[in-house]
Every structure is written in structure tokens, then in C-alpha cells.
């Protein structure tokens, strides 16, 4: 990383537009008491939940279980999302039509259609007929909607997976499963990583929506908290954070596996 | 060994004009015998190498190892593959794996030799092609040469009964042709079946049995090296030979 004087240009613009924006709303700005000291204990507090549990103890605050939750719907939504994306990225490049049209008509149906709406969907007419609980209804809704994308980015990285791989394996005699296995998946996987972490990152922030569902996640515990506080700015900012931890944490991840599966270029 | 018997095929051009690749080709290679096959670019040499392990559709004719007819529906084709070693042009070595994982893989997967057993194997076919110091390497670690002759202890490593070598030498730096034809060379002498397409004619006529020049889809000429090196008879084969010499 070196320094230039372009970096001190751009420095010097970033400043002017920080310093004219502060001037901008502090002159002009709404009035707003920021509460802060409202957040830690939306986070984490010290203290006996209800007379059932009167026990003094270090607890999770409102935010922090919504953000479990988030947490516990995205590790779900992405696992089977990944299963999902992989059946139908090898079923759109099935030698047999009835297979390929299926594969095909989910992805544009799940991709052409909004996520609100599937989530609406699933949870109050495949979830009644199936008595689904709103957390199975809305992962599943997740996950059914990031395959759809995962299955289009499987299938572009087992399609740019030079056609040789494949003969050289058939010729030693593998199936076209166990050349699937150990040869073109493992090559495809590791070309698509930038790509899925993009789609796992959106597939989080989208997990936001199945609030609608009176499903307890970080966004819907973030709106009680605004309804009996007023707090909103203060709230509001700290969910953000709160899905940036998440994300950024995700991005991380998939960066340090890049890394480790270059090892062999 | 191997016979072909009145092979069509034709391919189709991305523009949808018709290719006939094989026309009407019938021959045999015997066990033991090493059979190198010349022809100009398009000639369907090595569609005809590809057909014998079913690496592509025939429109007609058939194609029999050891009396059984590769394309018949009923057959296993991978209990025939297993049986047939291929090396390509571009190599085609697994990128992801080390070069010892390169020559186990199969053995275990197909051939479900133990982890233990494969690697022995492995590593007596790596020594055997002068590569076993690379063993733990990748193969974007190698030179073309090196990957080559890595890709050929590959296909040893099922123990087949013929090898087939698809232009295996043409993609390499000329300073690195001559250690894989040693290779190939040696295992010509230990009395290995191959069918080869090269225009590699010093090949030809240190180690073959016999040459077939193709072209359009048929053979032309056939004979040994010797026969085409002192007086081809077609004017095609003396044209092309003028051409590679």
C-alpha cells in the first residue's frame, strides 16, 4: 500500500464533504434527544427476566435475541440453499429434458417473483396445509428463494470448468457422479466462492423480511423496541450495525477460504 | 483387440453445417501392437481415438474391444474405460489435487484400491516417469513435460490393457517433447498396446508397428513407418509428409 498525492486529494475531498454535511444538519437538522444509553440493555443487562425467573444474571436484551435468531435463520436458509442450488445447477445441465425443464421453470418462477410475496406464500398457505412453524415457513422461504440464485451460479461454475476435466475423468473409468464428486464440483465450488458470498450476504439482509411473519428476528425485535421506547434512530442504527456484523463476519469467512483453496493455483 | 467396423460420424458445426469426421472407417489393432496415426488437422484421427472409449456418439458402424461392442446399450462403458488409458493434448490433470492425488484418485474411486495400495502404485508409476520428487506439488507447479508424463502414470495406474495418446506431445515447449516420447517410448517396448496420434514421425518409426494416415474421415494409407518414409504411394501422404517433415 503506498500513499500519493491522488490519496491526499481524495483525502482532502472526503473532509470538505464530511465538514460541509456536519455544518448542513446541525443548522438545519430536526431536533432529536439521542437516548444511547437505552441500547446496552437492548444488548445485554444484568437482572431477573420475570417472577418465573427472578434469577439475577448476565441476560440477552431484546436485540440481541432478535440477532440470535437472524443468526440461526441464515445458518439454515444458506445450508439448504446450498443443497438446493447444487441439485438444481446440475439438473439445468441434465442431458434429460423433463429434469432440465423443471430445474428451469423453479429458477424463473423463484426469481421473477418478490420475496415478500413468497414468504406470504409459504407461510400462511404451504405452512397451514403443512402445520410449518412461522421459523420453519420463513427459512424455508429463504432458502427456497437464495437456491434458485445459488442454482444459476452453480451451474455457471460447473459450466466454465474446462470440458477435459470431465473426459479425463470418464476416461479413468469414474461415473458421471463421481466425476461430478471429486473432480468438477470441487473446481466449480472454489471459481464461485466470490459470487455465493454475495448471494449468503443478500440472503441475511433479506432474512429481514420475514418479520413480517411475527417472526422474532433482529428487525422485528428492533421495531418492538422502537414501538415501546420511540428510540427509533438510536435503534435503527444499531440493527444496521448489528446486520453489518453478520455480513461483514460472512465476507470475512469466505475470504480466508478463498484463500486457503488458492493453494493449489 | 480393438476393431472398428464401418464407423460413421458426423458432427455439426455450430453454423449447422455437417462435418463428417469418420467415414465408412474400419480397422484393427492387435494386442501388443503399437499403431501411430498421422493425418492433417480435421482428419478424424482423433475423433476416432476418442470413439474407442466412447468419449463421443457414432451414427453407425460398431466398435468392438475384445469382442464386445463398446456402443451396445447393455454394455458398462466405465468397466471398458477403466480398462482403456488416455492421455490428452492439453494434459487435462486434475488442477485441485496434488500430483500424487492425481494418480490415486481413480484407483480408489474405481478401481477401490485402498489408500495404502494406491499410493504404492502411485508412487512406483511417478518414479517410473521420473516425477516422484514433485509428488506432493500441484500440477500449475509443472512444467507441460512434467504434467504430461504425471498424466500418463494416471492412466498406468488402472493397469489398462491399451493406451491411447491424443496429440500428446503437441501443446509442449519443443525442449520438452522428448522426455514424454521417452516415456511413451519405453512403455512401446515393454510391449505395452497403444494407439497413438502424433506427427511426431521419429516416433513413428523408432517404436510402431504400424502407420495409418487418415484423412476426410478414412484411411488413406497404411504401412509401416519405413514404407512412408521411402516411398508413399498417395499423393495426399506425400503432400502431408512434405508438409510435417
Known sequence: MTFNR??????????????????????????????????????????????????????????????????????????????????????????????????????????????????????????????????????????????????????????????????????????????????????????IIPPLAGQFISLVKDSSLVSVVALADLMFQGQQAVARTYHAFEIYFTVAFLYLVMTFALSMATQYIERRLAISD | MIEARNVYKTFQTPDRREV????????????????????????????????LNRLEDIDSGEILID????????????????????????????????????VTLAQQV??????????KVARGLLEKVGILAKERGYPSQLSGGQQQRVAIARALAMHPKIMMFDEATSALDPEMIGEVLDVMKTLAREGMTMAVVTHEMGFAREVSDRVIFMDEGQIVEEGTAEHFFVNPTHERTKLFLSQIL
Open chain 2, 20 to 51: 463428417k469426421a469418420l467415414v465408412d472407417f474400419s480397422t484393427r489393432i492387435e494386442k501388443g501392437e503399437v499403431v501411430v496415426i498421422i493425418g492433417p488437422s480435421g482428419s478424424g484421427k482423433s475423433t476416432f481415438l476418442r470413439c
Open chain 2, 67 to 102: 469382442g464386445v461392442n463398446i456402443y451396445d446399450k447393455k454394455v458398462d462403458i466405465n468397466k471398458i474405460r477403466e480398462e482403456i488409458g488416455m492421455v490428452f493434448q492439453l494434459f487435462n490433470l486434475f488442477p485441485h489435487k496434488t500430483v500424487l492425488e492425481n
Open chain 2, 110 to 119: 474405481v478401481r477401490k484400491r485402498s489408500k495404502e495400495e494406491a499410493t
Open chain 1, 6 to 191: 491522488r490519496s491526499l486529494i481524495t483525502l482532502g475531498i472526503l473532509a470538505i464533504i464530511t465538514a460541509g454535511s456536519y455544518y448542513f444538519f446541525t443548522r438545519r437538522g430536526i431536533t432529536y434527544i439521542w437516548h444511547w444509553e437505552s441500547i446496552p440493555e437492548m444488548l445485554f443487562y444484568k437482572g431477573a427476566k420475570s417472577a418465573d425467573d427472578p434469577a439475577v444474571r448476565l441476560r440477552m436484551g431484546i436485540l440481541m435475541i432478535g440477532f440470535v435468531l437472524t443468526l440461526k435463520i441464515s445458518v439454515f436458509a444458506i445450508f439448504f440453499a446450498i443443497i438446493i442450488g447444487t441439485v438444481v445447477g446440475i439438473s439445468r445441465l441434465s442431458s434429460e429434458p423433463v429434469t432440465r425443464w423443471i430445474s428451469m421453470a423453479y429458477v424463473e418462477v423463484i426469481r421473477n417473483t418478490p420475496l415478500l410475496v413468497q414468504i406470504y406464500i409459504i407461510y400462511f398457505f404451504v405452512g397451514s396445509l403443512l402445520r410449518l412453524s412461522a421459523f420453519t415457513a420463513g427459512t424455508a422461504a429463504l432458502a427456497i428463494f437464495a437456491g434458485a440464485y445459488v442454482g444459476e451460479i452453480v451451474r455457471a461454475g460447473i459450466q466454465s470448468i474446462h470440458k477435459g476435466q470431465m473426459e479425463a475423468a470418464r476416461s479413468l473409468g469414474m461415473t458421471y457422479a463421481e466425476a461430478m464428486r471429486h473432480i468438477i464440483l470441487p473446481q466449480a465450488f472454489k471459481r
